[in-house]
């Protein structure tokens, strides 16, 4: 009986695992990696498409340079996410939820997880139209598809630096009443766009911001895999009449690969260049006080606008910190807002701007649009849901807004964000116009006349509060 109880307990100690310093059952849980991958996919229209951004499209007759979809895809192991920013005015909801449904069939991304903006390029074509929105559905698609086959192991690192010299409050105060009309028969408090170094001018309305974020992704090794930049700068413009452009975006997009020597790693796949537009509803690059040269030849204001941002950029770039490994995280969260409707008094005054003859004198040059722009809201919805969104990297987190986006929103979020970094991307994930504060909405303007902007007065109020609330819980 000894000898059996002897034996049995030979037998459970010759079972137990040898806790060697090397075997697998002792050694720490592997260290966590971070991949990324990034990819470009054209997303150029056909010739005949209309050219939007103005009162009057026009049909595109010419490519000057090609558009694309440029994304990057971040993957911690417990998180993946892609940022897309596509070259063009604006993408609403609908073209954006096929893009997520096809990425949703042929790939492991979640579809919550993609945030997805279109630059504000006012050289490109609606997204709507038959002809071209299979083509920008499957081309966005398939640009997220190469980038999530494209991840590799990575380091990432954020920072930024300031270029005040191409960002300007575009919203005057004027002494000249006439300046101020608007489309409803009423005198404005500013004027969008004032005459250039003009004795009218009185004083900007608003702020601006200079800082240019960007965020950089390298190989384990230090090849540069992507760079994502992000500025608070409308289009700059100066194209031809007819032709399809990417704009600033697009060459800063392009240069920044040349200036941090990305374009020395001969690699597959390349480096991926990205600009995406911040909050900008205000902001445009004209010295209205101080305009300087008169005339810029076709596209060389907006070439010398990419090239200062990108030497900024790069001018900070070699002092980047970079993490092999950050904490990943997106939150959406849908946000119902009202519609702006107009009232009895601007009914009438609007039948009787249609009632005129065609020779007849006008108070403002564009009141037949806008009553055509109140008419369609006022037979359309009472509300509408608008997607909101925050991404987090590390300590540094990025705001998602449907809207052409004043600039004093996304200066109050970077304020009271909980990261350590944070900056927005506007146009995102839907199309709904411009978004003032209630404040400018008091001045009046361009950005704020019913039919520009369409939701009620309070809406940048609770978009704030939705994303910084997003922001935290994503900081938890």
Excluded at 2 to 10: Q, Y
Excluded at 113 to 139: D, G, K, M, Q, W
Excluded at 370 to 377: I, K, S
Aim: glycine content about 8%; some cysteine.
């Amino acid at each position: 009986m000894i000898f059996l109880r002897r034996l049995l307990l030979l037998s459970l100690v010759l079972s137990l695992p040898v806790l060697l310093p090397n075997s697998g059952f002792a050694q720490a849980p592997s260290a966590k990696v971070l991949r990324a991958g990034a990819a470009t996919s054209n997303i150029t229209p056909p010739l005949g498409e209309r050219v939007i951004g103005g009162f009057a499209p026009f049909p595109s007759t010419n490519i000057h340079d090609e558009l694309h979809a440029r994304c990057l895809v971040l993957d911690n192991g417990e998180t993946k996410l892609a940022i897309v920013i596509c070259d063009n005015l604006g993408i609403r909801k609908d073209v954006y939820t096929e893009v997520r449904e096809l990425v949703g069939q042929e790939t492991d991304l979640s579809p919550e997880n993609i945030l997805l903006a279109a630059t504000h390029t006012h050289s490109a074509t609606p997204s709507s139209s038959e002809t071209y929105r299979p083509l920008l559905v499957r081309r966005i698609a398939d640009c997220i598809r190469r980038a999530n086959q494209n991840l590799e192991p990575a380091k990432i690192g954020w920072s930024s630096v300031d270029e005040p010299s191409e960002v300007f409050n575009r919203r005057w105060y004027v002494t000249d009443p006439e300046l101020t009309r608007n489309p409803f028969g009423g005198v404005d408090k500013v004027r969008m766009n004032p005459p250039r170094g003009s004795k009218v001018l009185i004083k900007p309305a608003g702020p601006i911001d200079p800082e240019v974020s960007f965020i950089s992704v390298q190989t384990t090794e230090g090849r540069p895999l992507a760079l994502l930049g992000n500025y608070s700068l409308h289009y700059v413009g100066g194209v031809n009449r007819g032709e399809v452009s990417s704009d600033y975006f697009g060459i800063f997009s392009n240069r920044i690969g040349e200036l941090i020597g990305a374009k020395e790693h001969y690699s597959h796949p390349p480096f991926v260049g990205m600009m995406s537009n911040g909050t900008s509803g205000d902001i445009n690059n004209i010295n209205f006080p101080n305009p300087g040269k008169k005339r810029y030849e076709r596209y060389e204001k907006m070439t010398e606008v990419a090239e200062k941002v990108a030497q900024k950029v790069k001018s900070a770039y070699e002092k980047v910190e970079y993490h092999d490994w950050v904490p990943l995280g997106l939150a959406n969260r849908d946000l119902t807002l009202k519609v702006r409707k107009p009232d009895t008094t601007m009914q009438a005054y609007f039948k009787e701007v249609l009632s005129k003859s065609d020779d007849a004198e006008k108070f403002h040059r564009y009141e037949t649009n806008y009553a055509g722009r109140v008419q369609n809201l006022l037979d359309g919805p009472d509300e509408i849901t608008i997607p909101l969104q925050a991404v987090r990297i590390g300590d540094l987190g990025i705001a998602a807004i449907p809207f052409e986006t004043f600039v004093e929103i996304g200066l109050e979020i970077k304020e009271k964000s909980p990261f350590g970094d944070a900056f927005t991307i506007e146009l995102a994930n839907d199309y709904n116009g411009y978004l003032p504060t209630p404040e400018q909405h008091k001045l009046g303007g361009y950005e704020t006349w019913m039919g520009t902007n369409k939701v009620e007065f309070n809406a940048s109020v609770k978009i704030t509060e939705t994303i910084l609330e997003l922001m935290q819980e994503l900081k938890e």
